[in-house]
């Protein structure tokens, strides 16, 4: 990969109901992460973490939303606006924003900052659909709709903040879906957004799937965001993320996911940002997750073991 690589940190865990992933960025880097790209042949950059007040800093009415609202919204105002600025200043300086979260609400900043000037597909690692509004959570927590915002969803259609200018719904793709909520069911069978899920996986193998859902996010697009949710993975094997749902994708299955999408950039030079999110270090073994967001990061650039 010409381009350099800014890492570019999001220690925000205002859309989650467990506190620590905003230790999830100091976490990854040290797991190693600027080693294990310099490792598959990248030079990066950090530009550090965004500056976010603790939730106990802010109002705790914020936290307590009415039936219909969302959690923090304003706090994920803020902190996605200020993201979405840098990612977009970063891809106009010429270099590659990889964002570490943090709770899955920083890709609304990720992605809309990365979608202002290209038509924008969406790659979508994840065991939950995230497509939740404020109108259907179950919970009010942000990051179970980080999808929906970017997309126009409910009330996010008439928030220019959220609302990403360059996506459109059939340009999405989830890899690995596991754990979704009824509304959500719904709502996907009602959009044009494409689901692959475990099931999908278990039948045809993590390369094919991997391969027809880069075919649905770089079919008339400029480029492709990648969104990286640890809790992807099975938590026998990532065991530091907030909500582990049992039965997700190997180590290896994770990595030839990755190489998959490296190898088409290699080809084809699709990759435009990505993030990471969800590494709790509260609740990891040994920053075993880390380690595996640090990997996983790598073999998306290009790492390889021979």
Request: aromatic share 4%; charged share 25%.
């Amino acid at each position: 990969m010409s381009q350099t690589v800014r890492i570019i940190g999001a220690p925000m865990d205002y859309g989650a109901n467990r506190r620590g992933v905003d230790m999830g960025p100091s976490a990854i880097r040290y797991a190693g992460l600027s080693d294990e790209l310099e490792d598959a042949g990248v030079e990066s950059t950090d530009s550090g973490d965004l500056l976010i007040p603790r939730a106990e800093e802010r109002d705790p009415d914020a936290a307590q939303p009415r039936e219909g609202e969302a959690k923090f919204l304003r706090e994920v105002e803020e902190v996605c606006t200020r993201l979405g600025d840098q990612v977009a200043e970063t891809l106009a300086e010429g270099a590659f924003p990889l964002v570490l979260g943090g709770d899955h609400s920083i890709a609304i900043g990720t992605v809309h900052g990365s979608s202002r000037e290209a038509d924008l597909g969406v790659l979508w690692f994840d065991a939950h659909a995230d497509i939740n509004t404020p109108e259907t959570s179950p919970s009010g927590n942000v990051h179970g709709m980080p999808l929906a915002a970017v997309l126009g969803r409910g009330i996010f259609d008439e928030l220019s903040w959220a609302r990403a200018p360059g996506i459109r719904e059939e340009s999405v793709a989830y890899v690995g879906l596991r754990s979704i909520d009824e509304r959500e069911r719904e709502l996907i069978h009602d959009s044009d957004v494409t689901a692959f899920t475990m099931s999908d996986i278990d039948e045809r193998g993590i390369t094919a799937v991997v391969e027809d859902a880069l075919e649905v996010v770089t079919d008339h697009t400029d480029g492709v965001h990648v969104s990286l949710d640890l809790d992807w993975l099975d938590p026998k094997t990532a065991p530091g993320v907030g909500t582990p749902v049992r039965g997700g994708v190997t180590y290896r299955e994770a990595h030839s996911a990755l190489e998959v999408v490296s190898q088409r950039n290699e080809r084809d030079g699709i990759l435009r940002s990505m993030d990471v999110v969800e590494v709790n270090p509260i609740l990891d073994e040994q920053n075993e997750t880390a380690t595996l967001a640090a990997e996983l990061a790598a073999s998306a650039f290009g790492k390889r073991i021979l």
